[in-house]
């Protein structure tokens, strides 16, 4: 890879390569977080109960809802809501700027330890000591400033291994509190087996993508599979094909593929071991794949380390 300049395939020096880039950036989220909660019902975390508080007039607000993570909001019909699905972040923005209320940011961080949100707060966020912490119902807490002139506020709430994590900085208390009072919890919905199948009878394989993408090919035997309107400079999966490899070595990849460093795993992929290797500087979040297809020749599968990542490189599947 080429630093931020380019894409992965850019960096294979001296191979033939064709490359098959997804880039998908927002709109669609799922979960790999563990299932070990059900919800049969809505659960509201930030008061414990299904009983909504009118703080402000929501006659017209409106919904979001996400099913494969399993949650949902409402919010002022005058906002606009874009979830990111690379960053697992959802974007409450008003269409009118607001010196009372900028908007709202929830953001989805990983909790692999299941730390209470206090501690999580400590160790895993922007801690801060003169931040004031306070209690709410469902085991979350809501962190804000003892400086009176600082209106940045944070809500943690915790659900199975991950945290959702609500900054604002407002005057507008009500309406913050109103959303985060609509805020619930519900049984995700796994759409994978919804999504569309890519291909490649040259190649062999196919891999699973979301609906919510353009599909483009280009005379340079690139197929692009973009989200409308996303940026298509951080990939979540790149798929590099019959390139030749007569042994996978560090050497090897110092010459073709120069970010990346073997590591001991070597996890099983359609059946097939798979030599993995670890990014290192600006690519320290990815991950290399190497999965032999046939005699001297295998696929290189490189992910960000993200869910979506993860997820298209479960349905990846060689079919020949």
Same mark, same amino acid.
């Not at 269409?95 to 929830?106: E, N, R, Y």
């Not at 804000?144 to 659900?159: A, E, P, Q, W």
């Given at each position: ?47 414990? =109960? ?39 972040? #959802? ?54 400033? =003892? ?58 394989? =196919? ?54 460093? #073997? ?11 798979? =030599? ?31 869910? #979506? ?12």
């Amino acid at each position: 890879m080429q630093n931020k300049k380019g894409h992965f395939h850019l960096h294979i020096r001296a191979v033939p390569a064709l490359a098959f880039i997804v880039a998908v950036a927002t709109a669609v989220g799922y979960t790999v977080w563990s299932k070990s909660y059900n919800y049969d019902d809505a659960y509201y975390p930030y008061q414990g =109960s299904k009983a909504q508080k009118s703080l402000v007039d929501i006659s017209d607000w409106k919904a979001y809802r996400n099913e494969e993570l399993g949650f949902a909001l409402e919010y002022p019909s005058e906002f606009t809501a874009a979830f990111n699905i690379t960053s697992k972040t #959802l974007q409450l923005t008003p269409v009118a700027k607001s010196k009372d209320f900028a908007g709202m940011t929830l953001s989805i961080q990983d909790n692999p330890q299941s730390l209470s949100m206090t501690n999580w707060w400590k160790t895993s966020s922007n801690y801060k000591s003169n931040f004031l912490v306070e209690e709410v119902p469902g085991g979350g807490i809501k962190i804000y400033s =003892s400086d009176k002139r600082v209106f940045d506020s944070y809500v943690f709430l915790g659900r199975d291994k991950a945290v959702y994590q609500f900054y604002w900085s407002t005057l507008a208390e009500k309406v913050a509190d109103q959303i985060l009072y609509s805020f619930n919890f519900f049984t995700p919905k796994d759409t994978v087996s919804e999504w569309k199948t890519y291909s490649s009878g040259q190649h062999g394989f =196919s891999v699973k993508y979301p609906e919510d993408v353009l599909v483009t090919v280009q005379p340079d035997a690139v197929v692009k599979f973009t989200q409308k309107g996303a940026a298509t400079n951080t990939p979540p999966v790149v798929l590099i094909h019959s390139m030749e490899v007569s042994s996978v070595s560090q050497q090897w990849l110092n010459d073709v593929l120069p970010n990346y460093v #073997l590591v001991p795993e070597k996890p099983v992929l359609d059946g097939k071991i798979v =030599s993995t290797a670890a990014g290192r500087g600006e690519y320290k979040n990815h991950t290399l794949y190497m999965i032999p297809k046939d005699s001297g020749t295998m696929a290189l599968v490189e992910i960000a380390n993200s869910d #979506l990542g993860k997820k298209i490189l479960a349905s990846f599947k060689l079919t020949k």
